[in-house]
T-cell receptor, first 110, second 115 residues
Framework: GENVEQHPSTLSVQEGDSAVIKCTYS??????FPWYKQELGKRPQLIID?????GEKKDQRIAVTLNKTAKHFSLHITETQPEDSAVYFC?????????FGAGTRLFVKA | KAGVTQTPRYLIKTRGQQVTLSCSPI?????VSWYQQTPGQGLQFLFE???????NKGNFPGRFSGRQFSNSRSEMNVSTLELGDSALYLC??????????????FGPGTRLTVL
């Protein structure tokens, strides 16, 4: 069945460093790739998304890249801050179905 | 606009019982998706509804069912509860899930505990 693999499961960085989270999807019908941030006890919040006809998108310190041929997409956070600490989920959507990765727990040390 | 709301927020049931959870989407949103979130399995897709029709479903047993009303509000039902059904159940709404191009906005979830 459809699957989204997400790596790493845990990531610890120093404040100011960059963080990169990578995902791989299996369903060729996927054409929309959102990223969500979930803080403890809260609902997932969309932070950035990318559609299949775009290779890269940036929003301030956050960027996402997509390689449809390889079925890879990645989240890049630059100049990390302690408030970036949370669990990040990638997802792949297609055919009225969204499959999430297992999540990456990001720790940003001050 | 008010966000996605879910009721109840917390629920405790015993094995064998059934439960109904409710989700009210953002006004104007016509698609509602349901997810089960557990520490071990992450966010698992349950089903998606649009205009009262289920357009896709995940790999869950038939004990899990849902429906959508004409006002886009949605309910999900779990019958014959098992311990493993303990989880946070999240719903998300989007304006219109065409071929997966619309942002989903999540509700706060219903935390179900099965004893």
């Amino acid at each position: 069945g459809e699957n989204v693999e997400q790596h790493p499961s845990t990531l610890s960085v120093q404040e100011g460093d960059s963080a990169v989270i990578k995902c791989t999807y299996s369903d060729s019908a996927s054409n929309y790739f959102p990223w969500y941030k979930q803080e403890l006890g809260k609902r997932p919040q969309l932070i950035i998304d990318i559609r299949s006809n775009v290779g890269e998108k940036k929003d301030q310190r956050i960027a996402v890249t997509l390689n449809k041929t390889a079925k890879h997409f990645s989240l890049h956070i630059t100049e990390t801050q302690p408030e970036d600490s949370a669990v990040y989920f990638c997802a792949a959507t297609g055919g009225f179905k969204t499959i999430f990765g297992a999540g990456t727990r990001l720790f940003v040390k001050a | 606009k008010a966000g996605v709301t879910q009721t109840p927020r917390y629920l405790i049931k015993t094995r064998g019982q059934q439960v109904t959870l409710s989700c009210s989407p953002i006004s104007g949103h016509r698609s509602v998706s349901w997810y089960q979130q557990t520490p071990g399995q992450g966010l698992q897709f349950l089903f998606e509804y649009f205009s009262e029709t289920q357009r896709n479903k995940g790999n869950f047993p038939g004990r899990f069912s849902g429906r959508q009303f004409s006002n886009s509000r949605s309910e999900m039902n779990v019958s014959t509860l098992e311990l493993g059904d303990s989880a946070l159940y999240l719903c998300a709404s989007s304006l219109e899930a065409g071929v997966g191009t619309d942002t989903q906005y999540f509700g706060p979830g219903t935390r179900l505990t099965v004893l």
